[in-house]
């Protein structure tokens, strides 16, 4: 099984590269979930983005951005925030769900208990990266976010 320490309690905090940009999440993210889709390898420059998938209500962020907006083949656009100094890659939205904010895990403060409770469009994941045991995977990318925030509560239980 997959060795995994608990969710620490809320805020976290994080930042760009430079430090021009610093964001702080009030509550307990409502997924962790790692995205293998090729957008994703190409804004990031990695083979996939670990994300938190949390309440824009509870997320806040000060510093200069620079927006790009992203079309998917689906046709949802997406508004990637970058810091408009180090051009780290800090946040994105989807105009569609304004209420969510998809946080790059890798800019937390502290990555140490950032482990992912689900996968999508595992059939594009590269062959270098690991999928825990107990994580689900989605081909694509699901119709509904409820099934990544249903494997965070699967694995961590309720938020307290
Ligand atoms: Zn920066
Ligand atoms: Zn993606």
Redesign the pocket.
Known sequence: MTQRPPIPNPPYTG???????RYELKARPLAVNACHCNDCKKTSGATNVLMLIADSAAFSAS?ETHTYLSTADSGRVKEIK???????R?WHQNLASPVLVFIAAGTLDDTSWVIPASHIWVERASPGVLMQDDAIKVEGQPADRKILMDALTAIYGAAP
């Open positions: 930042g760009c590269l430079c430090g021009a940009v510093g970058r810091c408009a100094h180090c051009g780290v800090v």
